[in-house]
């Protein structure tokens, strides 16, 4: 730990060292002005969306939720915030079932103790329960929070964690390719986890996720199959997400990393199917 927490002095230390000699551009420039007319800069606007709807239990929900905030707190994602071109990043937690919920606002984190608070501000929020699934809602609400908010970013990503297929509202390609359009990329953590549930699900919901939900230049997605590989697959993908890699290493005997394709046809609507005629996998 001695090790890591000098590597982080250095780290900032280097990047002190880089805004002193940018500093007078960056002025000359208005870059990091907080006047109303130029937004904060952040190298990334992050929307983490995660699935709280009837078929993830409560158990379920602690352990993916203690990910996140374990996450924040890790030294490798502080430092892959640290060493962004800016050095500093903006984040909101959204929980979502049939609509979609701003659990935590925006958050602008530039250090490991506004990492710190961001986990704390998460640890401190009720768990919930939401009815339905629409992933195409929580695109549609997390497109509003990217427009709406007062950071601004080349790269924007909503990255959203489920068990189960769109089955309210829009479908979810449609959802996807309005927010790609936007240069918006759609990252996954599908959960695939071997329980019985009594919502009516599909068993290959990682294929679902390849196919009808994430999209954009480099996306990608994570799953998880059992409650113990969470911590790992969210430290990793936040790794990832955050440095812009295509793929950060991961063990590959544990988690499946597959890119987004459109190849091979597959039924996006199964979800909205299963609701009106339920079946059992």
């Known amino acids: 730990m001695d090790n890591v927490v000098w590597r982080l002095k250095k780290i900032d230390m280097r990047l002190s060292g880089r805004m002193a000699i940018l500093l007078p ?3 000359a420039l208005g870059v990091g002005s907080s006047g109303a007319d130029q937004p904060p800069l952040v190298d990334l606007e992050l929307v983490l969306a995660i699935d709280v709807s ?3 239990d ?3 929900q602690r352990i993916q939720r203690a990910g996140y905030v374990e996450a924040f707190q890790d030294p490798l994602v502080v430092g892959a915030i640290l060493t962004g071109s800016l050095g500093r990043i903006a984040v909101t937690y959204v929980e979502w079932g049939g609509t979609s919920v701003q659990a935590v606002p925006w958050t602008l984190i530039n250090s490991p103790d506004s990492a710190a608070q961001f986990a704390k501000t998460l640890s401190e929020q009720p768990y919930r329960r939401i009815p339905f699934t629409s992933i195409s809602d929580t695109i549609a609400f997390s497109r509003h929070l990217i427009r709406s908010n007062e950071f601004q970013a080349r790269r924007r990503v909503i990255d959203i964690s489920g068990d189960g297929p769109n089955n309210y509202g829009a479908p979810a390609p449609v959802a996807r390719d309005a927010a790609v359009r936007e240069g918006i990329v759609l990252n996954g ?4 986890l071997d329980k019985p549930t009594a919502t009516p699900t599909i068993s290959d919901i990682d294929a679902y996720y390849s196919h009808c939900v994430v999209g954009g230049d480099g996306a990608f997605f994570i799953t998880v199959r059992a409650l113990s590989h969470f911590g790992e697959a969210i430290r990793g993908k936040l790794i990832t997400e955050i440095s812009g890699a295509k ?3 991961l063990p590959q005997s544990r988690f499946d990393r597959v890119q987004y394709r ?3 046809p ?6 909205e199917e299963l609701q009106e005629h339920p079946r059992r996998n």
């Open 25 to 27: 551009f960056a002025i």
């Open 54 to 56: 009837f078929s993830m």
């Open 58 to 60: 409560e158990e379920e």
């Open 189 to 192: 953590l599908p959960i695939m």
């Open 247 to 249: 793929l950060s290493r």
């Open 262 to 264: 459109t190849q091979r």
């Open 266 to 271: 597959y039924n996006c609507f199964i979800g």
